[in-house]
């Protein structure tokens, strides 16, 4: 296996939440998040700055910076803008929010596998991530925000507990340790048919000379040594780079299908944090349900204005997709803090809400790689977004908005700071679509097996191959497509072998 | 070996800088950065807003929020409010600077330590860090700077390459790797006796009952599983903690001698960016010494405005402490960017200035624990800095500013947003004094050989124990006191085995 | 007639906002406003700022900066920050916003009035304030908004176009004239029996010697001249300084009633701003109603993306206070924009929502006066507010924030800047009952003629005379009471003559 | 008299900032001048925001705003961008500092008016502006910057008090008249020869059908009434609108001479705030020169920690230009507060700082009008800027910066928020040149008597008369200049009467 990041904790591929240090302090995990990602396309910023000193260099009149990092291709207008990439061993995972609920069936229409087959994977993939929903049932928040919302929004709306890969410690039930790729692959690093290569770009598949439906080899560039390209050849190539990344190699193996970076859907998100109202936090200390934690914490900490013990875990909740609402809701804490809690609002009593809107699939919403031969500051050619969101998409997302406000009121008041907006587009980081499985090759990348169409032993994994339009968060559904396509690899390599 | 953070990289004790990624974008490793320092002193703040919805729960009137990571006790006026400690596997280590300058005379006249060992053992802590000055050499910008400034204020001045402890990749010179733990003890991770616990909190050290002159054992929690306390016995105990973490763990052992804590000392910091002018960078074309690099570079890229290739090294020159400007001197670039350079301007003309001023020595500045019992939330006991600068030090800071912005507009033009400023209290990093060595028992916490004073097997080490008031980075001292107090060590280590 | 202030307008009392300069940027009358309200209780703050350089001066450890201007007394969360006052001939009406709604019977329960007679006096005010509601018939933005809202919310919510105080000037209809003082009192500043003292403060009133039931004189100074104290002597005194000033000159007058500054209610306020639907701006190609004018701007103008013309009037759209939804609502666009609209919004798609709110009538909602003898830096007793909002406030501010959400969703999407918030207490300038009249001199400063109890000869003005919480703008119910309080003020000068 | 604005004081072009509040409290006049300032050329922005509901209206992908009010022919790097136009009965002296230095010898070498003239006209100029250098000689802060910096500076730098145009109050020595048009022109707006025109725009000069040499009429429209164009004819024709309008109006009368908006010059400004070091504010305790007022202070607040009376008058120092530092230099306390003093600082111990740098006169630098049938807000020609500053104006603005530092490094530590920086172009509001008097009329507008080549009856007036570059405040030269020409425009009135 080749990585282009490098290896960031001793377990490959743990979860980087799992430190004490941010289940102590989730607000500085968000430094770690913006550390680990890379945007994908930034537009050149007007570099005209009217207070620098006139002695000092300025570039030519009008120019823009033209500097690595900057794609000049980029319309701002079609940019998903808070798009990212993680380039570490364990990608994603090492920092993913672990929210894997099952979508709805309005989610799954177009995926070639048969519904009854997607059905079980998607049971499997929950296995895999161990997914639970009773992890949070001590927290006196997460019963509170629950319930409250369950009577308010009543039961059409299906509100329930956020399903997560995530199990608490036995030693210390304070903690959780969060799913990643080390707790499904478990001794991976030490099985000694497994080679992992790290700051390791995957420059380009060369097809077989003497077939042209199977790829021969891959050239791979250690970047810190630069002359030592290595070309490695397999029985099965697996093209896992997420789905950016992973169109973007294809097309610079000179692999590209009319749909490849196409069909790309992007997922709205609106957002807001919410200072619980003075009603719902009283209510706590008439709860019989929490008396017996709300009076040790109150001996204990006597002066404590809030009926909250100091390490209640945060409210984890779920308002589904449904069809009248066609949207996954998250009512709970998370790191990714867009507006800033500070010190002014005691967190326990502030409740982020997540609102994530689906995309209607258009062909003309793609990543383009290369135009103009603009490299990205690894040397592959630069992903250009154009992506817009349809009317029936805006009528969609006002609605949602709507919604959030609504369901936000029945809690508390904004956050002043993190009042409900949209967030910027690509910050859901759930782009699908770019390397879409399905039966027909003018409209898809790879078949149902994930294999591309038109070649044997080359395979494509990540969001990118799901079909479909979604809400909900996408990993869970992209590892029942991956299962499937694991089988299909298996095959090939027996075939091989014999 | 017991560290409190958790193994954050593959190799224990790597520098974290030495990611290809954020060697390619060093502005993201200011994520790093700030995921990596927690506060040490936060006063809590007025939670009172204004603008909060009415029906939201809100404290008191008048109350300040008192949840976990606030200190109550703190006064602001006094406070470090920048100072951080670093939780983890190799510690500042896996980010720090690596600049390491000889300290000038001026700033080891306290050291117990007789003149000339403590002189070879600065020289033996430059190897062990592999310290050079000539890594930058090929950089454009960085010998247009040195020259520059040179020129500009004289031989006195002592304007030289800045020494650091990195070396350029062979492979790929694009790249360096940055002195840490991991290049100063080469293969100690795998050295069989070598045991390291992570996340593992050193609570107490315990008096060995038969002789009150000795340490007997260490209690020590992992922190993940409450009940998994161990009772650790030793021949020898080294704290090495920090400056603020060893005497806090001292202070929690029921070891406090008078000097603990106290004769704290913290640089100074200013800082500023500029834009280079124009007219040194127009130098660049006709200077032979450029030529061919420049060439090369406009023949890739005919249409950059800038002379500078795009994988330039920064410039890193020092201005070093003299008697008449007593502060040490930075002018480089560097990932702890306060000001934000954006997208505005190209980095290539944009250079820091770092100026680092010394504090007077005073018995009461110094840091105390547990006041009122307040804890932090790691369960020890909370620090509280009583820290100011003297009247002298008041004078020396302004004329190291007036220094500041002289040194600056020979450069170029301030970068708006970057202006020239203080930093906040306790950025520099560089706290001294708290568990200082010296003869006198009165004032000093350690011997010359960092032994506890009245212990025969306790020692401590890190900057805490630099009894000096030094501008220069710390570092280097530090490790030098420290391979004396090594040698210490194995003497006990000896005369146990005896 | 003396007045604190100076004369700021050659005509004495005319609305600024006449000026074309203003009319043709609504934005920079934002500046006037700001120059014109002086806020009434400032907290002092922390003073301490950690970057200031350590040789400059800073104030004791822990202090607060006790300079003029500030109030060491005011506990910021019973403050109403936002509240100010302004100290100019012609008063708010320089500034005002000239909405004036007939109050709704909800809003008119404790007037001691008898009903019908306040009904009367209402219209009287009407007429005399020039209140119109088809100004703005001509403005496609005016009739697009209001049928939106009107086809929306239903019959029931009786949006309609908002009662103002304002004629659109024959000359050039592109202006409108707003009422002020000098369009009520047509000729006043030329009637020999009227004087007017500028930039002179009234310090107290002095009872009769001969009579403790009246007022025998007033002790003004012309402030720019020290010794220049004048004692006034007149048949009546009307104080009439505003809901905060006019108490606090009957405190400094030893007239201090129990009622005085108590029974204090001030509006909430929340706001918000959107930007029309893409549906909305498109509907209007095709509107028959706006064909002539959109051909007409679309000919003149062929490159304009919108089918607006840029001088259309704004829209001016109010959903009346009913029972079921006992707020006030103005959809309009207002030169008091909190948000700041900047270059990137296209003005013309830009909309405002302020939602007002009543506040219950409490006893000890209150202003008091130089406590602790502070004074303002006019020199009078300082104000201090003790005001909160009841849990059936936050309740129905509550409502009527998930009111404002559903509002704006229907018209657009939010200006990010401008998202639904709560602006700061005090921000309405709608503060009433600090001089109520009423029936019983126990929970009351004056009587239904606006004379204060217990004096023959002096009388009140202003918004502090209503008893009432309200929640639609207060002047024109202030009027009314005036008008009132004018008969028996010349009945008194009758009975005086005689 | 024609004037565009409207008047805005019942005294016709009295200083507004006499005004008792805003002599009380500086940082509220910064809203006046904001409200009074009109920018004159604002580049459109790019109108794309990226978080806005996809359902909200948004202008065409890469469009630019192109409502009024912004100028589409633009380009930034040239922009004077906080260049500004009052619209206002007594224009910028209803605002102005009245800071009247007399210029250096080096700021009127191109000046035609002879040089012993144009002195006894620089000191009428003064005469009648009322300057004064003793009217801040009570000020304990004044003596002491004043002092410190003569004591720092040196002889040979001149540092002496500011000459400003104003007169301190003898009923209440606390406030002080500012010079402006009222206190110039006594009795003129009861004088029945004189007629004003307000909110009237000036459209055109007609030339005489009989005289081509002649001015025959001007095109004057009352705004406020469409069709009320007057047509007025005189003897006399004087176009004194500024340094950009007055052009403005030439040009859009067709007269329109080689240099007209030409030669235009701006000054540099630089800026920052200090506090005062503790030594200099404790050096005023023992200070005999201070000990009356001190004590008296401290007898009244003996908490305050400042010995600085409440109302002692703020310092007003000046180091004039001199060949070697050649530029302007203000120390003092402006309501042109750039920086936020805010509620943390003192507002005793914070001084300002500003230079004012010359700019090299250079045909290219420009200002150009009606370009691509561009209009302003008022319907005339749009103002389109060519400016930048020569390497020679760079060299001298980064001298005048490091000088700058040095200054302020000797008074106090830079205010957070107001660290030394450059301030937008434009800013200092003193454009010259582009009507400027000379003898050749290819490289002037007008004679040494200010009439314009050509004309027999029309004379400019204003800032754009100056032919030279300076670095002083420009109302003294306009107004010497001005004093020769009304005398010309006398000789023409007796001409014709005759
Ligand atoms: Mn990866
Ligand atoms: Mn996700
Ligand atoms: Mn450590
Ligand atoms: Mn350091
Ligand atoms: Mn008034
Ligand atoms: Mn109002
Ligand atoms: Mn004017
Ligand atoms: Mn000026």
Redesign the pocket.
């Given at each position: 296996m080749a990585e282009i990041g490098a290896q960031n904790d001793p377990i490959v591929g743990a979860h980087h939440k799992n430190n004490v240090k941010y289940q102590r302090d989730i607000d500085q995990f968000v430094n770690v998040i913006k550390g680990a990602l890379q945007p994908i396309s930034v537009p050149p910023a007007d570099s005209y700055m009217s207070t620098l000193a006139p002695a000092a260099w300025s570039g030519p009149h009008g120019s823009k910076l033209l500097i690595p990092g900057y794609n000049p291709n980029q319309v701002p207008e079609t940019n998903l803008r808070s798009s990212a990439v993680t380039r570490t061993v364990g990608g994603?995972a090492t920092h993913?929010?672990c929210?894997s609920p099952k979508p709805h069936e309005e989610e799954r229409v177009l995926n070639p596998i048969p519904a009854a087959e997607l059905d079980q994977l998607l049971d499997r993939a929950a296995d895999l991530l161990k997914v639970k929903t009773d992890q949070y049932d001590t927290s006196i928040r997460h019963r509170l925000v629950k319930k409250t919302l369950q009577d308010a929004l009543g039961p059409d709306r299906g509100v329930d507990s956020l399903p997560l890969g995530v199990t608490r410690n036995t030693g210390n039930p304070e903690f959780v340790t969060w799913t990643a790729t080390d707790t499904i692959f478990d001794k991976w690093s030490s099985d000694p048919r497994f080679t992992l290569l790290t700051e390791s770009r995957v420059t380009e598949l060369h097809a077989d000379p003497s077939n042209t439906e199977a790829i021969g080899g891959a050239l791979i560039r250690d970047l810190k040594s630069t002359n030592d390209d290595i070309y490695v050849k397999a029985k099965v190539y697996i093209v896992a780079c997420g789905a950016v990344c992973t169109p973007q190699l294809l097309w610079n193996s000179n692999i590209r299908p009319d749909a490849l970076g196409r069909y790309l859907t992007e997922q709205s998100l609106s957002f807001c944090q919410i200072v619980l109202t003075k009603k719902l936090v009283e209510s706590i200390y008439n709860n019989p349900e929490f008396k017996e934690q709300v009076d040790e914490h109150l001996r204990k900490h006597p002066n404590d204005p809030l009926p909250i013990p100091y390490k209640d875990p945060e409210p984890q909740v779920l308002i589904p997709y449904k069809s009248a609402t066609p949207w996954h809701v998250q009512v709970h804490r998370d790191a990714f803090s867009y507006g800033d809690v500070g010190p002014k609002a005691d967190p326990r009593v502030v409740v982020d809400l997540r609102f994530f809107g689906k995309g209607e699939i258009v062909k003309e919403n793609r990543v383009t790689f290369g135009e103009n031969d603009a490299q990205d500051i690894y040397g592959m050619p630069q992903a250009t977004f154009y992506v817009t969101r349809t009317a029936d998409d805006a009528d969609r997302d006002q609605r949602m908005m709507q919604d959030m406000t609504t369901v936000a009121n029945v809690l508390g008041g904004f956050l002043p700071g993190s009042y409900p907006q949209f967030m910027e587009p690509g910050l859901?980081?759930?782009i699908t679509g770019t390397t879409r499985i399905g039966n027909d090759p003018a409209t898809s990348v790879a078949d149902a097996n994930s294999r591309v169409h038109g070649f044997q032993n080359l395979f494509v994994g990540g969001n990118g191959c799901i079909p479909d339009a979604t809400a909900c968060?996408?990993?869970r559904t992209s590892m029942a497509i991956a299962l499937k396509g694991a089988a299909a690899v298996l095959e090939v390599l027996k075939s091989k072998k014999a």
């Open positions: 994603m993913w929010t929210s859901a980081l759930h968060n996408p990993t």
